[in-house]
Antibody
Framework: QVQLQESGPGLVKPSQTLSLTCTVS??????????WTWIRQHPGKGLEWIGY???????YYNPSLKSRVTISRDTSKNQFSLKLSSVTAADTAVYYC???????????WGQGTLVTVSS | QSALTQPASVSGSPGQSITISCTGT?????????VSWYQQHPGKVPKLMIY???NRPSGVSNRFSGSKSGNTASLTISGLQAEDEADYYC??????????FGGGTKVTVL
């Protein structure tokens, strides 16, 4: 059974780069036709799709974040990562790493990690 | 991309049925059968309830059902129970190859 776990700093200063890693167990990020995805949720708000890295290594991002987002992977560690540059307080959110199986079907989800942007 | 439109809140009494709508456009909900629904209890991780418009994952109660007509998808909860009180989100694939979520609906069991 696939499980995902986010890791990374819980506090980032404004203008810096937010960096998170998702460790996947129970399945390989490079051998299945899945999309390895980042989704965030602002405090008390709804869900926002950030983007994904496909099993082939190709990526796709939310147009509203595209200029600041990079999703990459380390297949040797079975991990994929999120970098979000030039952060502001508006980027404060719970960040989830998620597997997308079949188009638009997000399952399972990591536990989520709260990232606060503050000086 | 614009978020899909969901009602902010829906309520019902135990045992009743409620329906949550999710309205998009022909470029997302109306154009593809890739609509899914998620349940999120406070402080918890979203849980997949319905995928590809009307399919229910193993382990999800058959009280939950999904459908679509035109640009609007719907989630129906029948035999409403106290444990169904939660936030519900829809999501859809889009013609831009992105994914878009609805704003979420708070379900209250009266």
């Amino acid at each position: 059974q696939v499980q995902l776990q986010e890791s990374g700093p819980g506090l980032v200063k404004p203008s810096q780069t937010l960096s998170l890693t998702c460790t996947v167990s129970g399945g390989s990020i490079s051998s299945t036709n899945d999309y390895w995805t980042w989704i965030r949720q602002h405090p008390g708000k709804g869900l926002e799709w950030i983007g994904y890295i496909y099993h082939s290594g190709s990526t796709y991002y939310n147009p509203s974040l595209k200029s600041r987002v990079t999703i990459s992977r380390d297949t040797s560690k079975n991990q994929f990562s999120l970098k979000l540059s030039s952060v502001t307080a508006a980027d404060t959110a719970v960040y989830y790493c998620v597997r997308e199986i079949d188009t638009g079907t997000f399952d399972p989800w990591g536990q989520g990690t709260l990232v606060t942007v503050s000086s | 991309q614009s978020a899909l439109t969901q009602p902010a809140s829906v309520s019902g009494s135990p045992g009743q049925s409620i329906t949550i709508s999710c309205t998009g456009t022909s470029s997302d909900v109306g154009g593809y059968n890739y609509v899914s629904w998620y349940q999120q209890h406070p402080g918890k991780v979203p849980k997949l309830m319905i995928y590809e418009v009307s399919n229910r994952p193993s382990g999800v109660s058959n009280r939950f059902s999904g459908s679509k007509s035109g640009n609007t998808a719907s989630l129906t909860i029948s035999g409403l129970q106290a444990e169904d009180e939660a936030d519900y989100y829809c999501t859809s694939y889009t013609s831009s190859t992105t994914r878009v979520f609805g704003g979420g609906t708070k379900v209250t069991v009266l």
